[in-house]
């Protein structure tokens, strides 16, 4: 009996060393090498149960609902059957022998396989600075004006676009299928009153145009003329059109005199008109140049500044040396002859009337003038013929402005078209330029005595 026991004790033992070779052969087989090629189940391996793993059965199936490290059960040897004394012991300690027989194997780290969408990737970058609400003014603005040029000019997007930018949009949004799509998805996310604004926004069509076009200048309509309008031609207008919309259209079609009844003023006819030598100055060179260089442009700015600043340091000095000059050339009193009238001074130079009427202003070559006032200075901005200066029969002086300034005597402005009496000593300011009026005294007496026994006789 002791011989039966011992004998079945070391076949228990041996099978139990067997199993867990066997366990560990399947453990390497399974874990060794890394990854799987093949996903497989977690489930343990079906098979028949005997009885003295039925507690091992339940802890497996209990380990497998928790999260954790997979529990492996050992494998036995085929056709070994198990003895009634080891069903006994298995019976009594079931749990006591599960350790042993239960293996716990932490799994390398096995990589979850990415699965490709199906769908196309879109590609989003157009979308970046086109926005659903420019989509949307782009496609109201083309079935309103069918010019693409009209809307670039016409349309404030959020984004500054050129035409060419508009253009590939316009043609991506009716043939590119992927921009298509994402266009009229983003445009219908947006919210209602939203769409509303951008409708508003939507240019005014040349049938629109022509409709407002028929109401009179002259006329003030009211919101009920409009809403008439509306009334009246509801397929012409656009459906988000109010009356005061059309009004403020109308207005602005006023204002730049494209209504029926407006025709565009003629030109003036006069002195006015602007000839070719006034054009010719007013033409600024630099527009004219087609390429811009910077570098010779900031060169040019310095070299400017220092000038001006020279002129201006001259300019503050010029008065000292002014009282020099008057005492030495005697310009402070000058000396009359008997043919001078009276004398035009200013700062730099002295003009002398020696007849009863002389021209001021800016001499050109196909305009000759008495007194150029350019030898005083910068006269840019004098007309060619500034004013007249008359001497009556009775001895007074007076000036007529002839130009499109006016002209300041002892600080009063003489108007174009007026005229002002001249007294010696007074100071004549012409677009900056100021000079003093001198009469002949003497000569205007014998002048005037003259003219008293003319009247006499």
Known sequence: MMLYIAGAQSRSE?????????????????????????????????RKKFDDELVES????????????????????PGSEPSSSEKKKVTKSGASLTPPLTMVV?????????????QPLHITKDLGRWKPTDDLLLINAVLQTTD??????????????????????????????????????????????AIA?????????????????????????????????LSKHPGVF??????????????LLKQYYLLDDQSVQPLPKGDQVLNFSDA???????????????????????SDRHQKREIRQLEQELPRWQVLVDNITGMSMPDFDNQTL????????????RSREITLGRATKDKPIDVDLALEGPAWKISRKQGIIKLKNNGDFFIANEGRRPIYIDGRPVLSGNKWKLNNNSVVEIAGLRFVFLINLELISLIKAEAAKMTQQ
């Open 280 to 302: 010719e100055q007013m033409v600024d060179d630099v527009k004219l140049k087609e390429s811009r260089d910077e570098v010779l442009e900031h060169e040019l700015m310095i």
């Open 106 to 118: 932490n799994p390398a780290p096995i990589t979850k396989r990415v699965k490709k969408s199906k």
């Open 148 to 193: 693409l040029t009209s809307v670039h000019l016409g349309v404030k997007f959020s984004c500054r676009f050129t035409l060419r930018e508009i253009k590939e949009r316009w043609y991506a949004l009716l043939y590119d299928p992927i921009i298509s799509k994402l266009a009229w998805q983003a445009m219908r996310q947006l919210h209602p009153e």
């Open 342 to 353: 009276a004398a035009l001074r200013g700062r730099m130079v002295r003009y002398l009337m």
């Open 58 to 77: 339940s802890l497996v199936k209990s380990s497998s609902r928790v999260k954790g490290p997979p529990v492996i059960e050992p494998v036995r040897c």
């Open 14 to 46: 041996d099978e139990e060393s067997l199993g867990v070779k066997d366990v560990k052969r399947t453990a390497t087989q399974a874990f060794g090498s890394g990854v799987p090629k093949r996903r497989s189940s977690s489930r343990s391996i079906k």
């Open 238 to 251: 656009h459906p988000s059109r109010t009356p005061k919309s059309l009004l403020v259209h109308w207005q």
């Open 197 to 229: 604004a951008i409708q508003s926004k939507a240019l005014f069509s040349q049938p629109e145009e022509a409709l407002l076009a028929k109401i009179g200048s002259t006329s003030q309509p009211k919101l009920d003329v409009f809403q008439e309008l």
